[in-house]
């Protein structure tokens, strides 16, 4: 889900197209694949739902929809086994677009890397010969710090740190007996401070986690049923951050905010 320029909610569905919801007037508007239209949505199933920082709406499903007018026509990047400077997959997780207005994609299979003209420049996979490269082909989340540094929430392999100008990768994974280690290498979401930028909010399938970037010190917040003031569940799914500052956790099992 993503807030669009003018104030509406773009809310990507598992499998009902992508809706659009007017807080002013209550209503939804829907948009869905037509097969006989190709301006339409790639797919039914839409994965994700980003804006970026110029205002332009993005959406992941069937490939990479980029919403061109307020008619909602979409350009599309799709898979083309047959051309190697197509995206990796159609399952896109996660969109972004950085500050030097480059488009990276997590799909099921991979990063990409696109320029600003939808060339794809690069593509980034798991090795298991090479322990510089991604650490799972999964990419669910991905976010640029202050520094330029581009992080990746994988489905298995933890929480990836790509650095642009050398092309190497950091890994955070869950080390047995390690408190200051991930708490789980299942990664959902990454969230950056609002009032100290060095600091990364990690959701995972098995709590929550804050990463200062700068000390690579972690501190993990887990679910105990014997004390009502933790996390509801140890499934997070979700991080906001009010104007107070104060953290909003989805979770498996409810709502909760955080004092930060």
Known sequence: MAEDASGKLWIGTGGDGLRIFDKASGGFITYRHDPQDPDSLGSDLVTSVYRDNSGIMWAGGGGINKALNDQVKFLHFKHNPHNPQSIGHNDVRCLLLDSSEILWVG??????????????????????????????????????????????????????????????????????????????????????????????????????????????????????????????SNDVSAIGEDSSGDLWIGTKIGLNRMDN
Not at 110 to 115: F, H, T, V
Not at 188 to 195: G, M
Request: charged share 25%; with cysteine.
């Open 107 to 232: 799909t099921k299979e991979g990063l990409d890397r696109i320029d600003e003209k939808g060339s794809r420049v690069a593509r980034f996979t798991h090795d298991p010969s090479d322990s510089n490269s991604l650490s799972h082909n999964c990419v669910q989340a991905i976010l640029e710090d202050k520094y330029g540094m581009i992080w990746l929430g994988t489905d298995g392999g933890g929480l990836d740190r790509f650095d642009p100008k050398t092309g190497g990768f950091t890994h955070y994974r869950r080390t047995p007996g390690d408190s200051n280690s991930l708490s789980h290498n299942h990664v959902h979401i990454i969230h950056s401070d609002r009032r100290d930028a060095d600091i990364l909010w990690v959701g995972t399938n098995f709590g929550l986690n804050r990463l200062n970037i700068r000390t690579n010190r972690i501190t993990r917040f887990i679910s105990d049923l014997s004390d009502s003031t933790s996390l509801s």
